[in-house]
């Protein structure tokens, strides 16, 4: 997550994601990457990724896109610092275009950034072995329909 200095009388500073890394073994614990001025980046480890079949239709959509993303849903949290402050904090992470679509339906803040390519290879092969598109179901035009039962439908 970023934190970027902004000059604005409303808003004195802007938080989103700006990355993810694939296969972190690294320590576990959230820390400061980046401190410059106007500019800090946090890296959040830990985050698991599972597709699941339920999910098939949302991540056809994501890879089949232009520009596959990595969803974040984050939420504001206090630091703990004195003076108290508060952080962007990412919770969850999908790969899913529709899981990311009903969690902005849920008024969650949720941002994306690109789809690194191993990512995009595995989502790419899972969607293959898991998802087949339904077929359209032909619906009988209205025009054959009396009034009273164009009303009905």
Request: glycine share 8%; aromatic share 12%.
């Amino acid at each position: 997550m970023q934190r970027r200095a902004l000059e604005n009388r409303w808003q004195s500073e802007v938080w989103e994601p700006v990355g993810v890394l694939c296969d972190y073994e690294g320590d576990p614990k959230p820390r400061i990457l980046v401190e410059g001025v106007g500019t800090q980046q946090w890296l959040y480890p830990g985050f698991e990724v599972v597709l699941r079949r339920s999910e098939a239709e949302g991540y056809y959509h994501n890879v089949s896109a232009q520009e596959p993303r990595v969803f974040i849903l984050w939420r504001m949290e206090s630091d703990g610092a004195v003076p108290p402050g508060e952080r962007a904090v990412p919770q969850f992470a999908t790969l899913s275009y529709d899981e990311a679509s009903r969690w902005m339906d849920g008024g969650e803040r949720v941002d994306s950034v690109g789809m690194p390519a191993s990512l995009f290879a595995w989502v790419g092969e899972f969607v293959e072995k898991n998802y087949r598109r339904e077929p359209k179901k032909r619906i009988r035009p209205q025009s054959f329909l009396s009034p009273k039962d164009r009303a009905r439908s």
